[in-house]
Every structure is written in structure tokens, then in C-alpha cells.
């Protein structure tokens, strides 16, 4: 499994990015996927998933109406489009996949991270 995460850098307050996962080495069209964060010196934070069939989206509470995932099965591909940053979503963004295609079972692999600055 190859998670490979891209799209990060600097935005200002109110601006926009979309992060994608280019996915190898597993079938991706069965698994569901999601995105967390990390800050530094701080814990990782889930904020989103989507399922496997794309049908069913969700999001932590504190990006709902902001972030917008997608995937694309036919170019193993999964986004995360952020609008309306702010200062406190710099972090690390990670591509997550699933046990299976539901959301609801764990995470079993992880990219690198691509890193996310908000800043004026």
C-alpha cells in the first residue's frame, strides 16, 4: 500500500486549497478513505471520510460546510478540498485508508503527510 499525499503549502485566511492521494498497491475502489491532521507537539485529528461506493461522506464537526471530500476510483485518487482556511488548519494532512469499505472500521494505512500553512 502506497498513500502519497499532495496539494499543501501556504494560503492566506480565507483562501482555499485541495489536497490529493494518489493510492497504490491495494484495490482502491473497495476501501473506504479519509483525511486527519496533525499540529505539531499535538494529537492526530480525524476530518473526514468518505465510502468506497463515494455514496456516503462525513465530516468532524469543525469542517462541516468548509472541507468537501471526493475521490475519483477510476484514477485511485482521493481530495480534500478546503475552503474558508483559517490560521488553526495549518497542520499536516494525512491520506488514510481503511480496513474495508466501510467508514466505520479503522484506518490500517497512512501516507507521509503534506503540510498545510494559513498565514497572511
Known amino acids: 500500500v502506497l498513500l502519497v499525499e499532495s496539494g499543501g503549502g501556504l494560503a492566506q485566511p480565507g483562501g482555499s486549497l485541495r489536497l490529493s492521494c494518489a493510492a497504490s498497491?491495494?484495490?482502491?475502489?473497495?476501501?473506504?478513505m479519509s483525511w486527519a491532521r496533525q499540529a505539531p507537539g499535538k494529537g492526530l485529528e480525524w476530518v473526514s471520510a468518505i465510502s468506497s461506493d463515494v455514496r456516503n461522506t462525513y465530516y468532524a464537526d469543525s469542517m462541516k460546510g468548509r472541507f468537501t471530500i471526493s475521490r475519483d476510483n477510476a484514477k485511485n485518487t482521493a481530495y480534500l478540498h478546503m475552503d474558508s482556511l483559517k490560521p488553526e488548519d495549518t497542520e499536516l494532512y494525512y491520506c488514510?485508508?481503511?480496513?474495508?469499505?466501510?467508514?466505520?472500521?479503522?484506518?490500517?494505512?497512512w501516507g507521509k503527510g503534506t503540510m498545510v500553512t494559513v498565514t497572511s
Open positions: 498497491g491495494f484495490t482502491f475502489y473497495n476501501y473506504a
Open positions: 488514510a485508508k481503511h480496513l474495508t469499505d466501510s467508514y466505520a472500521r479503522g484506518m490500517n494505512s
